[in-house]
Nanobody, 115 residues
Framework: QVQFVESGGGLVQPGGSLRLSCAAS????????CNWYRQSPGKQRELVAS???????KYADSVKGRFSISRDNAEDTVYLQMNSLKPEDTAVYYC?????????WGQGTQVTVSS
């Protein structure tokens, strides 16, 4: 069964930066479109960024210009570089494939932006 592992979260001040990483077992990520999602308490999970195998990228309006999704095909890892972080970016961040081909969700990685 495919398992996603997210890492790189933490506590940062507004305006700070973090880089999140996504790895997976039993799947070669570079062959697929990969998404980053986030979820805050009381809110639905939302799509933050997406990268196709061709490296075509798209972003939610709320993070456009601040976040950058990328992939290292040699390491088969997907990254989310998060700059100019705002308190409203606070959430648990997850990676997965787009629907209808999603796999079980990993634990995610917590990002907290606070003074």
């Amino acid at each position: 069964q495919v398992q996603f592992v997210e890492s790189g979260g933490g506590l940062v001040q507004p305006g700070g930066s973090l880089r999140l990483s996504c790895a997976a077992s039993r799947i070669v990520l570079r062959f697929y479109t990969c998404n980053w999602y986030r979820q805050s308490p009381g809110k639905q999970r939302e799509l933050v960024a997406s990268i196709e195998s061709s490296s075509y990228r798209k972003y939610a309006d709320s993070v456009k210009g601040r976040f950058s999704i990328s992939r290292d095909n040699a390491e088969d890892t997907v990254y989310l570089q998060m700059n100019s972080l705002k308190p409203e970016d606070t959430a648990v961040y997850y990676c997965n494939l787009p629907p209808p081909n999603q796999h079980p969700w990993g634990q995610g990685t917590q990002v907290t932006v606070s003074s």
